[in-house]
């Protein structure tokens, strides 16, 4: 993946953590481990920026958006207040998702720091999900499951 930085350990580290035989990124630098209750977490290396990217849909939106709650999700952006880091936006699905990512510089990891930002994106996921899930009528987000998904 990288010379400098031993990305394929980190990740066949993670997959230790959480008794996963042969976690690894597939040959575009993703994985997919799903957390449960219908949410999974994407992680990508992305070499040239030297960093790996978490991301995820929070929830399916309902269409029109609701005013209120958009101004309510930027609001929960400024300065990551409310997302741990992450940063909450759409896709331009229809209806769009509201999508969580986080970027993590290679620099900043080792395998027990990359189980730690796994397991703060999690959380994050989950306690925006638990938010933004009962505030649309479109209810749990309806992501397709990628046939390389995981299990964490």
């Known amino acids: 993946m990288h010379p400098d930085f031993p990305v394929e350990h980190w990740i066949t580290e ?16 993703i994985l997919a ?18 960093a790996l990217v978490f991301y995820a849909a929070v929830v399916v939106m309902n269409d029109p958006l609701p005013p209120d709650l958009m101004v309510s999700m930027l ?22 998702r509201v ?14 720091r990359l189980i730690e930002a796994f397991e703060n994106f999690s959380g994050a996921l989950q306690a925006m999900h638990e938010w933004l899930a009962p505030e649309v009528q ?6 397709a ?5 995981q299990r964490a």
């Not at 499951?145 to 998904?149: G, I, L």
């Open 99 to 112: 999508i969580l990512a986080q970027s993590v510089r290679f620099l900043d990891l080792d395998a027990p």
């Open 33 to 50: 481990l799903a957390i449960g209750g219908g949410l999974s977490v994407h992680m990508q290396a992305i070499p040239a920026t030297e």
């Open 138 to 143: 479109s209810g749990r987000s309806a992501v």
């Open 14 to 29: 993670l997959g230790k953590h959480y008794d996963i035989d042969s976690l690894r990124l597939n040959e575009q630098g």
């Open 75 to 96: 609001q929960a952006n400024r300065f990551w207040h409310e997302t741990a880091g992450a940063t909450l936006s759409l896709d331009d699905q229809q209806p769009p």
């Open 145 to 149: 499951t990628p046939e390389y998904m």
